[in-house]
């Protein structure tokens, strides 16, 4: 099944490095962060979990859970989180799921065309896709990214989008392109001049259809 914005994220219930999870359940009412990768002991997938575990306060900070989806084992993910926290100089405090069964990653709909599988799975065998989802307290999709097997994930970008959510949601703003937190935020067309203006107080209007205002505090 292909997920969209705006679905409800299936549920489902597996083993951790955490411990057994049920998804709804874990998010509870933070907004949650569910990335997939090929294969423990891989080289793209160590820099970009070490990447996830330098940025884990972070999402802390944004009331944000964080959890990897992998093809091995609870055992295999324990042994590979050692090269995680050398390789990244911080510790992996996340869950990474086993997902040995494939039950997530079809769920999700997160391999590839041409996907295939065999008992020795190699990265090609049951690649993947570098997927990521961004799920609200209401566990809502909001965002969906994928990245082919060769092009590690720039997680900056991902923080960024997060931002992006956070602010807007429930809002009668969006965000332009390229914007970071601290910048002007588009006016909702939803709102005329006037109530703009009453709701934002002051707006810069660059076309009748483009107007700025100052972003909200948190």
């Known amino acids: 099944m292909s997920i969209r ?20 359940d874990w998010i509870g009412d933070s907004y949650a ?8 002991f891989t080289p793209v997938c160590t820099t970009e979990f070490g990447a ?20 091995d084992s609870v055992e295999e993910h324990m042994k590979w989180k050692r090269d995680i926290e050398s390789f990244s100089g911080a510790p992996a405090d996340f869950p990474i799921i086993d997902d040995t069964s494939l039950k997530v990653s079809k769920l999700y709909d997160m391999l590839p065309a041409g996907a295939y ?12 896709v570098r997927t990521v989802f961004i799920i609200g307290p209401d566990k ?7 990245y082919p097997m060769a092009v590690g994930r720039n997680f900056a970008e991902i923080l960024r989008a997060l931002d992006a959510i956070q602010i807007t949601d429930g809002a009668s703003i969006a965000t332009p392109a390229d914007w970071v937190p601290g910048q002007d935020v588009i006016v909702g067309l939803g709102l005329n001049d006037e109530q703009a203006k009453e709701k ?16 909200p505090q948190k």
């Open 5 to 24: 914005i705006d679905d409800v994220a299936p549920d489902f219930t597996v083993d951790s490095t955490a411990g057994e999870i049920t998804l709804h």
């Open 33 to 40: 962060i569910l990335f997939s990768h090929p294969k423990d």
């Open 52 to 71: 996830v575990s330098k940025l884990v306060p972070e999402f802390s900070k944004r009331n944000t859970k964080v959890m990897g989806v992998s093809v």
């Open 117 to 128: 599988l065999t008992d020795d799975r190699t990265p090609a065998h049951s690649a993947t």
């Open 140 to 146: 809502k999709v909001r965002l969906t990214l994928s």
């Open 200 to 215: 934002f107080g002051d707006i810069n209007i660059e076309l009748p259809y483009l107007r700025f205002t100052k972003a």
